[in-house]
């Protein structure tokens, strides 16, 4: 079966930095588009950061300049490298990623989410 398992979630000062990792894992023929998405208490989930299998990314407005995503496509991982942290940035982040599984089919994949936490 596969499944998205993230993991950096933590409780960090206003400025400081985390780098959220999440890994692919189970019977997969191909990951094309993976990325991470945020939910804070209240509030709907919202896009961070996208990353094509290509190298092509995309960023939220509020997190341009700060937050950095990347992958490494031989080892199914994306990271979120994430700086000059705000209280703002305070939310559930969750990885995402569109999957061909060797079964076939075409699917979109999440994990279970991990809590980030900035005090101001």
């Known amino acids: 079966q596969v499944q998205l398992v993230e993991s950096g979630g933590d409780l960090v000062q206003a400025g400081g930095s985390l780098r959220l990792s999440c890994t692919a894992s189970g019977p997969i023929f191909k990951i094309n588009t993976m990325g991470w998405y945020r939910q804070a208490p209240g509030k709907q989930r919202n896009l961070v950061a996208t990353?094509?299998?290509?190298?092509?990314?995309n960023y939220a407005d509020s997190v341009k300049g700060r937050f950095t995503i990347s992958r490494d496509n031989a080892k199914n991982t994306v990271t979120l490298q994430m700086n000059s942290l705000k209280s703002e940035d305070t939310a559930v982040y969750y990885c995402?990623?569109?999957?061909?599984?060797?079964?076939?089919?075409?699917?979109?994949?999440w994990g279970q989410g991990t809590q980030v936490t900035v005090s101001s």
């Open positions: 990353i094509t299998s290509g190298g092509l990314t």
């Open positions: 995402n990623a569109d999957i061909i599984p060797r079964s076939g089919g075409y699917f979109t994949y």
